[in-house]
């Protein structure tokens, strides 16, 4: 049932339980299993607020706060996503997750021939500063801070927000932006990398580096858990994969000669909700612990801010069904409960229509309501990290801690997760996962509600149930409009400031300069995102994927 | 014995979401199909001269973006010209059903939108060689 495995006995009563990280679950738990676990409050949690962080990062938790939501936005040309934004704001959002399309995440211009059909279809069109400026105007970019989903050319849009922002009369030390910019993780899943395995790692170190020294209030890197359970981890290995990609990064900054302890606390991570609830909770409650550790021990970072693994705990695309859409509401809201009460500092949903479409205006506030009503209505603020103590809770979260060592042990016995990456071992690993689960999920060892009611529907002829489903329109005119606007922006710009950025970005991207000023100089001279990310492409080449059969 | 029926299975584009197609790509080579898969990122040149070189009975396409109506037409289109109408096209992925009579009208052999099991896939590409083998 679920995403574990269940064994039962002929009249159907449960004899077996196993989580998919593997550990199995035992009918009841009580003093002696923490016990046996060596359980101590002091050391395994602490106070919330303190050291290892298990409980909470903060005292008093969402008393202090409620979580910050970031529904994932954006669609269409600037000015759609610009609407889109202030919907969201308007109703209580405090953040923004930004959407781009494929060719700007993939750094092609909207008139690029890979780009067509794929202008503004999953999310905005960016092609250069010009865009920047019509998304977020009137956005108060001093008090919402802004999550970019890209990752590939992350730096030049962090660039590009430090440029718009500026344009604006901010200056950078007020603004906070949180590019995704986990380059590895597209490697295992998601998709969206460009150029090989160092080149990436290296633009990473670069923006870190670059925002500890100017850009204060910003989040330089978002490690992604949540794709690589997407694409077929489990939750141990989920954290464990993080955390070991969040040491390649380490490794690259801190070979420049600047310590952990003035970068690290600017890492967040993005973590995902989907699966069994209380694997989830141990799961969260036991990052927490384990980052805090790890930062401690092997990186002798000491300053307590800067050992809070903080982050989004959110999504759960996976658990999503195309049938009955409709129950995608209530798993949302159940894999929400799940992040609450691991205490997520921010969460998002993804909403119940996302197997068809990029989600309607209704569905997308459905899913801030979602979160919404947790926090103001069903308890959630009353009491800091309320399962703590459960016998059952805690043993589960001891237990994880062990799992997730043991994965990412597994990695470093094998090179490190660059080295995996590179030899396409770990993709290969998560695959053959993804589909030894979907393979369980049609036999019916694990169970989705309504998909085998769909099954007996279509067995029986009826039409697959896809009630009330609006799909988001794509519209074509997006392309023109954006390649109209590239068009009259080449004509209008001052060639030669184009030119001469761009000539000292190569320089920078050859050498060992730190490429991001040089593309903030070439994102206010309205170079554009194709451009930028072609001089990458032309200095450090393309990656070639590893096989993966 | 017969000869195993080749697939390609494609990811045009940009899109990178490729859990489902390294799957389906699994599920087909375990079902006794011969898989080719392409990686990410792939123009339909690309995949025609792949499918080309390897004399493949079937492309199969994976598209998460919502793009497949124009990436199908543009395929089909390709296929002709370049003399391949042998080649069955089917696809995969995120395709409302609204969209599934536009796909087989313009000429894709068979659509599997997400959730489709692997033995509706590995039926329904056995059923389009079934008159021939």
Not at chain 1, 286 to 293: G, P
Not at chain 1, 499 to 512: D, P, V
Not at chain 2, 9 to 16: E, M, S, Y
Request: one cysteine or more; glycine letters at 10%; hydrophobic letters at 40%.
């Amino acid at each position: 049932m679920g995403v574990a495995k269940y064994i039962k006995d002929e009249r159907g009563q449960i004899k077996e339980v196993t989580y998919q990280s593997g550990i199995k679950i035992k009918p009841s738990y009580g003093p002696e299993d923490l016990e046996r676990a060596g359980f101590s409050y002091e050391k395994d949690l602490g106070a919330p607020g303190e050291y290892p962080f298990t409980r909470s990062l903060h005292p008093q938790s969402y008393r202090s706060r409620a979580w910050t939501t970031r529904q994932y936005t954006g669609f269409g040309t600037p000015e759609e996503t610009n609407e889109r934004f202030k919907l969201m704001i308007a109703n209580g959002q405090n953040g923004l997750n930004v959407a781009f399309d494929l060719p700007t995440q993939m750094g092609y211009d909207s008139d690029h021939p890979l780009a067509q059909g794929e202008v503004g279809r999953v999310g905005m069109a960016i092609d250069s500063l010009k865009d920047f400026e019509t998304a977020f105007a009137g956005i108060p970019l001093d008090r919402i801070g802004s999550g970019l989903t890209i990752n590939a050319v992350a730096t030049i849009m962090m660039a590009m927000y430090q440029a718009v922002a500026e344009k604006f009369g901010y200056s950078k030390d007020q603004i906070s932006v949180t590019p995704q910019n986990d380059i590895l993780k597209e490697m295992i899943g998601r998709g969206a990398w460009i150029y090989p395995v160092e080149h990436g790692v290296r633009l990473v170190g670069d923006s870190i580096a670059y925002a500890v020294k100017e850009l204060p209030k910003s989040n330089p890197v978002s490690i992604c858990g949540y794709h690589i359970r997407e694409s077929g981890a489990t939750p141990a290995q989920e954290i464990a994969y993080a955390f070991e990609i969040a040491k390649a990064y380490i490794d690259n900054v801190t070979a420049r000669g600047i310590a952990p302890e003035a970068f690290v606390g600017r890492f967040s991570f993005n973590f995902n909700v989907y699966g069994n609830m209380w694997e989830q909770i141990a799961k969260f409650r036991a990052a927490r612990k384990l980052w805090a550790k790890m930062l401690k021990n092997e990186y002798g970072v000491t300053d307590k801010k800067n050992l809070f693994l903080r982050g989004l705990f959110g999504g759960g695309g996976s658990g999503l069904t195309k049938e009955q859409p409709e129950n995608n509401i209530m798993r949302g809201a159940y894999y929400a409960l799940g992040a609450a009460l691991s205490g997520a500092q921010t969460t998002a949903l993804c909403s119940f229509d996302e197997a068809y479409t990029i989600p309607t205006p209704r569905s997308a506030l459905l899913s801030l309501r979602t979160l919404e009503l947790l926090m103001d209505e069903v308890g959630m603020r009353d009491t800091v990290d309320p399962l703590a103590g459960s016998y059952f809770v805690e043993t589960l979260t001891l237990e994880m801690e062990e799992k997730i060592l043991e994965e990412m042990q597994a990695v470093q016995s094998l090179g490190g997760m660059v080295a995996c990456i590179s030899n396409g071992l770990i993709q290969r690993k998560i695959s053959r996962q993804a589909y030894e689960f979907e393979k369980g999920l049609q036999a019916g060892v694990y169970k989705k509600v309504g998909l085998s009611s769909a099954l007996t529907d279509k067995i029986s002829g009826k039409e697959p149930d896809q009630t009330n489903v609006e799909l988001h329109a794509h519209n074509e005119k997006w392309a023109e409009t954006s390649c109209a606007n590239l068009k009259e922006l080449r004509a209008t710009r001052d060639g030669q400031a184009v030119a001469n950025s761009l000539a000292a970005l190569e320089k920078a991207a050859k050498g060992s300069d730190n490429v991001m000023p040089y593309l903030v100089n070439c994102c206010h001279a309205y170079a554009t995102v194709g451009e930028m990310a072609g001089v990458f492409r032309q200095v450090f080449g393309e990656w070639n994927e590893p096989e993966f059969y | 014995m017969e000869n195993k029926i080749r697939v390609l299975i494609a990811k045009p584009g940009l899109d990178g979401h490729d859990k489902g197609a390294k799957i389906v790509a699994l599920a087909l080579r375990d079902a006794g199909f011969e898989v080719i898969y392409t990686g990410l990122h792939q123009t339909l040149e690309q995949i025609i001269a792949i499918a080309t070189q390897e004399a493949v009975d079937v492309i199969g396409l994976s598209i998460m973006s919502g793009a497949h109506l124009p990436i199908c037409r543009k395929l089909l289109a390709m296929m002709i010209k370049k003399g391949l109408p042998d080649i069955r096209l089917v696809v995969g992925g995120v395709i409302p059903f609204q969209d599934i009579p536009a796909l087989k009208q313009m000429g894709v052999a068979a659509v599997f939108p997400g959730g489709t099991s692997f033995e509706d896939i590995n039926s329904g590409m056995k059923a389009l060689f079934e008159k021939e083998r």
